[in-house]
């Protein structure tokens, strides 16, 4: 039965010229082991210390501090998002994605300025470039553009809303961390400028070698991420992939690539991906925390190891990379030499 998208017809460059032989030289060295990668519990941080003693939440945010020097990805509980919300977020989300394909790529749904549908990875050149994925990508100025689907649309605002809150709160406690200027976020991240996407990602009976989404990092200040319990996303710890295991009381924080140029490398942006299921559907949602396009990212501490660039300079240098090479370069562009 023909996938859905219909990433095989549409890319069929890239899947059927290849001969068996070939496709297995050319997917990632290690993806054998995609199944083999070690199990890890993210650092589990708690929140509802940040309302208690102010021993509590000093522990807390050190934690948070912590992991984000030095793995760049944890985990949190109790962080304001209801049970609820996520449940009828994610039911949402299921049967926006089961809307027929024509119906999602015709932008009826989305009200283009408002909103875009992504599937597949149009720059790709090989299989290996390749995200067998499709996504809604929706700036929040735009949540009102999803037209006539207010089942959909509530619990996306009231997820937005919540989980806004807690990027400015966890930005927050970063910046004072490392003595930086911690209302920097309040004034440049305004919800205009921060973006939602609803990711999808299909079963792959073609080949469980494949990527769900490609090895990146996130080019915004910090993505706030629930993930579903089927499991797929895998991040580099102390240069080795490892397979991150779903806990569905918990959202995932990592750091974005801005908030390591701004905290001078101090922060930690990593590299992750998400690795396909042969079976089964996987859904997740993810919070971007980003600023105005004219915002300066400069590093809050000297001496600098980036120069000072603006989020929309950052963009387009990452858009124009991907064009040409097939390929993110992100921050190493940025380092002063
Ligand atoms: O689906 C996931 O678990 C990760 C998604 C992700 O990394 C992204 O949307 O940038
Ligand atoms: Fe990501």
């Given amino acids: 039965m023909a996938s859905d998208p219909p990433f095989e017809q549409s ?6 010229a290849l001969s068996e032989d070939q496709k297995a030289k050319q997917v990632h060295p290690e993806t054998n082991s995609f199944a083999n990668n070690e199990i890890y519990e993210l650092p589990l941080i708690d929140l509802n210390r940040l309302s208690l003693t102010k021993s509590d939440q000093d522990e807390c945010k050190r934690e948070i501090a912590d992991a984000a020097k030095q793995l760049g990805f944890f985990q949190v509980v109790n962080h304001g998002v209801s049970r609820e919300i996520i449940t009828r977020l994610q039911s949402e989300q299921a049967k926006l994605f089961k809307h027929p394909f024509r119906e999602k790529a015709s932008e009826r749904l989305l009200d283009s300025s408002m909103g875009s549908y992504h ?3 149009p720059s790709a050149t090989f299989l290996m470039q390749f995200s067998w994925s499709e996504a809604f990508h929706i700036p929040l100025r735009g949540i009102s553009g999803l037209n006539g689907f207010d089942n959909v649309r509530s619990p996306i605002e009231e997820f937005a809303e919540v989980v806004g809150k807690l990027a400015q709160r966890i930005a ?3 910046a004072e961390n490392i ?4 209302n920097f976020f309040a004034e440049n991240c305004l919800p205009s400028s921060c973006y939602l996407r609803l990711n999808r ?10 990527f769900g989404l490609v090895p990146h990092t996130d080019s915004d200040f910090l993505t706030i991420l629930h993930q579903d319990l089927v499991g797929g996303l895998q991040l580099v710890r102390d240069g ?4 991150v ?3 569905p009381d918990a959202l995932i924080i990592n750091i974005g690539d801005l908030f390591q140029a701004w905290s001078n490398g101090v922060y930690k942006s990593i590299e992750h991906r998400v690795v396909t299921n042969p079976r089964v559907e996987r859904f997740s949602a993810a919070y971007f925390l980003c600023p105005s396009n004219d915002t300066i990212i400069h590093s809050c501490n000297q001496p600098s190891v980036y120069r000072s660039f603006s989020f929309e300079e950052y963009r387009k240098q ?20």
């Fill in 11 to 16: 890319y069929n460059h890239l899947f059927e």
């Fill in 201 to 210: 990602y299909p079963p792959c009976p073609k080949s469980s070698k494949l």
């Fill in 240 to 243: 080795v992939w490892i397979s």
């Fill in 318 to 337: 990452v858009q124009e990379d991907v064009k040409s090479t097939g390929t993110k370069i992100g921050l190493p562009r940025f380092i002063i030499k």
């Fill in 119 to 121: 599937w597949g990875t």
């Fill in 179 to 182: 003595g930086c200027e911690s």
């Fill in 245 to 247: 295991k779903p806990n």
């Fill in 172 to 174: 927050k406690i970063l």
